[in-house]
């Protein structure tokens, strides 16, 4: 079973650019989702894709976007990149329908992110 | 809106010895999940162990188990027989209706450092 795989690992980028991150989620799952963890903190919601659609989306600006590929695959791309997107980016992946509650995100290594 | 509080930003404890990590969480749903991730410095989310609303038991995954209050609002971190290879972040997390897209919306985390 492959896990999830998220590539860069590192990143440097300059205030104003714009970055792209990628994701491969574990195989057999359909659901694809990203998080923001800034230094010292717990990770936070940016959205989520199913089908391909966003259905879920935290509390981030809409320069934050993404899409999700016919094979789960995802992307997270951020525009007119700000100081405080200095980050840790995490991919999340699940299988939707199984029970929602109890039903585990498995998480990526995580792309770190430095704005300069 | 959901709100995860984990009080202790530090904790040590001895190889070998039990350690209990707190968190209490706030939400108005009657169904919802819990989980307990570990970050290594690494980066990576570790999935660790999954309690439900409306589950009975206390959740046990080898030397992790939940203790689970329901009336106290709070799913505790019980790891048995530490290791040093358990020295990492924790992060308590919930899942349920009152995020979009069914999210997971975490705590701040608590550090562990096990002593030889």
């Known amino acids: 079973e492959t896990g999830v795989t998220q590539s860069p690992t590192h990143l440097i980028k300059t205030r104003g650019q714009q970055v792209t991150l990628r994701c491969s989620s574990q195989?057999?799952?359909?659901?694809v989702s990203w998080y923001q963890q800034a230094l010292g903190q717990g990770p936070q919601f940016i959205f989520q894709?199913?089908?391909?659609?966003?259905?879920g989306r935290g509390n981030f600006p809409p320069r934050f976007s993404g899409l999700q590929f016919p094979n789960y695959s995802s992307e997270l791309n951020v525009n007119a990149l700000e100081l405080d997107d200095s980050a840790l980016y995490l991919c999340?992946?699940?299988?939707?329908?199984?029970?929602?509650?109890?039903?585990?995100?498995?998480f990526g290594n995580g792309t770190r992110l430095t704005v300069t | 809106a959901q709100k995860i509080t984990q009080t202790q930003p530090g904790m040590f404890v001895q190889e070998k010895e039990a350690v209990t990590l707190d968190c209490t969480y706030d939400?108005?749903?009657?169904?919802?999940?819990l989980f307990w991730y570990k970050q290594p410095s690494s980066g990576e989310m570790i999935f660790l162990i999954y309690?439900?609303?409306?589950?009975?038991q206390n959740a046990t995954e080898g030397r992790y188990s939940l203790n689970f209050q329901k009336a106290r609002k709070s799913a505790n971190l019980v790891i048995s027989a530490s290791q040093l290879g358990d020295s990492a972040m924790y992060f308590c997390?919930?899942?349920?209706?009152?995020?979009?897209?069914?999210?997971?919306?975490f705590g701040k985390g608590t550090s562990l450092l096990v002593t030889p």
């Open positions: 309690q439900g609303s409306y589950d009975q």
């Open positions: 939400t108005s749903d009657p169904s919802y999940g």
């Open positions: 894709y199913y089908r391909e659609e966003e259905n």
């Open positions: 997390a919930m899942r349920g209706p009152g995020n979009s897209g069914y999210a997971l919306n």
């Open positions: 999340a992946s699940s299988l939707a329908g199984t029970g929602i509650y109890n039903s585990p995100l498995h």
């Open positions: 195989s057999g799952h359909n659901t």
